[in-house]
T-cell receptor, first 114, second 111 residues
Framework: DTGVSQNPRHKITKRGQNVTFRCDPISEHNRLYWYRQTLGQGPEFLTYFQNEAQLEKSRLLSDRFSAERPKGSFSTLEIQRTEQGDSAMYLC????????????FGQGTRLTVV | KQEVTQIPAALSVPEGENLVLNCSFTDSAIYNLQWFRQDPGKGLTSLLLIQSSQREQTSGRLNASLDKSSGRSTLYIAASQPGDSATYLCAAGGATNKLIFGTGTLLAVQP
């Protein structure tokens, strides 16, 4: 296993379009997280899955955002009706199912809304 | 609400110097403290994880310490190299391993 994989690496979209990102976690990890990072800031938590269950969502995750992890493996993050303020790096991380283990991050998807 | 602060925001040192990056957090009820490295436009690379019951962790030229009572962690880099130039982020891990990040320290090591 080569680590957490995210696709695409870069996405440029016009305002108002929908976009979808994919994250493939490390295979034995049952926890999956999405974070968003804007320029000059640290990543901010968006949402968290334990297997296929979405257990926590940040207030940052507006109604235009939806995340799924249908079979407890890969996850998708969809943004509907994109706005310029959605431009950011979207990072995915995974970890095993305990509260004190290391989180491993993917390379991120850079979204630019024009 | 957990808040994480990193000082300094930016640091420039000549090659070979030892340096310390600082991280402070407001809520001492953490499960772990994790240090990451981020190169421009890239994802995060995990450097060190300190469990809440531990005081320090070491990996090669890196040493991270944790003092929960004072809400502080430090990352010590020995004999810095130009390849160490990057942004260093610390993150406090709470329940469910959700991470709260600082804004990072941008390190430049001059050859």
């Amino acid at each position: 296993d080569t680590g957490v994989s995210q696709n695409p690496r870069h996405k440029i979209t016009k305002r108002g379009q929908n976009v979808t990102f994919r994250c493939d976690p490390i295979s034995e990890h049952n926890r999956l997280y999405w974070y968003r990072q804007t320029l000059g800031q640290g990543p901010e938590f968006l949402t968290y899955f334990q297997n296929e269950a979405q257990l926590e969502k940040s207030r940052l995750l507006s109604d235009r955002f939806s995340a799924e992890r249908p079979k407890g493996s890969f996850s998708t993050l969809e943004i509907q009706r994109t706005e310029q303020g959605d431009s950011a790096m979207y990072l995915c991380a995974s970890s095993t199912g305990t509260d004190w283990t290391e989180a491993f991050f993917g390379q991120g998807t850079r979204l630019t809304v024009v | 609400k957990q808040e994480v602060t990193q000082i300094p925001a930016a640091l420039s040192v000549p090659e070979g110097e030892n340096l310390v990056l600082n991280c402070s957090f407001t809520d001492s009820a953490i499960y772990n403290l994790q240090w990451f490295r981020q190169d421009p436009g890239k994802g995060l690379t995990s450097l060190l994880l300190i469990q809440s019951s531990q005081r320090e962790q070491t990996s090669g030229r890196l040493n991270a310490s944790l003092d929960k009572s004072s809400g502080r962690s430090t990352l010590y880099i020995a004999a810095s190299q130009p390849g160490d130039s990057a942004t260093y982020l610390c993150a406090a891990g709470g329940a469910t391993n959700k991470l709260i990040f600082g804004t990072g320290t941008l390190l430049a090591v001059q050859p």
